[in-house]
């Protein structure tokens, strides 16, 4: 069984920064690419960031690019920096995970049918 462990949120003003994290947690001897998804109220949950293994490989959606960055603290440690947050980054922020080695690339958990494992979610609110 795996469980992701999200810390972190919280709340912010625009132009602020949060950042969070995600760790792996219970018993697996498999490796992940990690990422995150998130949902702001009454929208479709969205892709965010990803990242693989090693951490030499990242996959960002167009709206966080230069403002948010992916990264990984070992194995089973990921974070997100969240820079010049605005008002619509608010959400619910869920860590993910699937199964894969080095080679794994981060695109591949930017489709939500391929995610193995959600974590329970953080919220984050921008206040304007």
């Known amino acids: 069984q795996v469980d992701l462990v999200e810390s972190g949120g919280g709340l912010a003003q625009a132009g602020g920064s949060l950042r969070l994290s995600c760790a792996i947690s219970g018993r697996t001897f498999s490796d992940h690419v990690m990422g995150w998804f998130r949902q702001a109220p009454g929208k479709e949950r969205e892709f965010v960031a990803s990242?693989?293994?090693?951490?030499?490989?990242t996959y960002y959606a167009d709206f966080v690019k230069g403002r948010f960055t992916i990264s990984r603290g070992n194995a089973k440690m990921a974070y997100l920096q969240m820079n010049s947050l605005k008002p619509e980054d608010t959400a619910i922020y869920y860590c993910?995970?699937?199964?894969?080695?080095?080679?794994?690339?981060?695109?591949?958990?930017?489709?939500?049918?391929?995610?193995?494992?959600w974590g329970p979610g953080t919220h984050v609110t921008v206040s304007s």
């Open positions: 990242i693989s293994l090693n951490g030499d490989n």
């Open positions: 993910v995970a699937r199964e894969g080695g080095s080679s794994t690339p981060a695109q591949i958990i930017g489709d939500p049918k391929r995610v193995d494992y």
